[in-house]
């Protein structure tokens, strides 16, 4: 099946470090999402982009509608140890009612 | 308050046992939908459900049967499990919106082990 490629697959920094993550595509897409996945829970949604160019913040999460719409990018600012799980990006493809997730990115955050 | 909710959270089962899993959601959305976690693949769709009494196939639907009589539930029966369906069930549900569906809402998750 389709997926997005999402990079890195896993980072580790340090607290108070600025992260940086995204995910691309062949395909254009209508919308993209970020989640955020805690160890034996289930996504959480982050931040939804709906416009190509889109700027959206949540705290201190950024995320972007790539121009070309075939990607997305996501920042966290000044990392905190909460900060740590896996981060899914999703993209919505035009005139389908489903979503394909990235592969996703472990992050972890030493004190 | 509840949103969309599981049951069971943890379940194990032999092979060739019919197993239902269980969503509810009180959000009244529309779309509700069944992904199945597993190291390395992602999340990859089941099936999914756009109104009660409407239901289509996802990336990877065989071995799976769903329902949807009412908006609020929407399980997920595996007729005869298999060692192959041991994985984490997600349930999520979202809005109908013109153009598609928007941010769906993930459950908190079922654990299925097949002995």
């Known amino acids: 099946g389709q997926q997005l490629n999402q990079s890195p697959q896993s980072m580790f920094i340090q607290e108070g470090e600025d992260v940086s993550m995204n995910c691309t595509s062949s395909?254009?897409?209508?919308?993209w999402l970020w989640y955020k996945q805690d160890p034996g829970e289930g996504p959480v949604l982050l931040i939804a982009?709906?416009?190509?160019?889109e700027l959206t913040s949540n705290g201190r999460l950024t995320a972007q509608f790539g121009i070309t719409r075939k990607d997305s990018f996501l920042n966290i600012s000044a990392s905190i140890p909460s900060d740590v799980g896996i981060y899914f990006c999703?993209?919505?493809?035009?005139?389908?009612?489903?979503?394909?997730f990235g592969t996703g990115t472990r992050l972890q955050v030493f004190p | 308050d509840a949103g969309i909710t599981q049951s069971p959270r943890y379940k194990i089962t032999e092979t060739g046992r019919q197993v239902t899993l269980m969503c509810h959601q009180t959000w009244s959305h529309s779309y509700m939908f069944w992904y199945r976690q597993d190291l390395g693949h992602g999340l990859r769709l089941i099936y999914y459900s756009a109104a009660a009494d409407i239901t289509d196939k996802g990336e990877v639907p065989d071995g799976y049967v769903v329902s949807r009589s009412k908006t609020e539930n929407f399980p997920l029966t595996l007729e005869s499990a298999t060692r192959s369906q041991t994985s984490v069930y997600f349930c999520?549900?979202?809005?109908?919106?013109?153009?598609?569906?928007?941010?769906?809402?993930f459950g908190p998750g079922t654990r299925l082990t097949v002995t």
């Open positions: 982009l709906y416009k190509a160019g």
């Open positions: 395909s254009i897409f209508n919308t």
């Open positions: 999703a993209g919505q493809l035009r005139n389908t009612d489903k979503l394909i």
């Open positions: 999520a549900s979202s809005e109908s919106r013109t153009g598609g569906t928007y941010e769906q809402y």
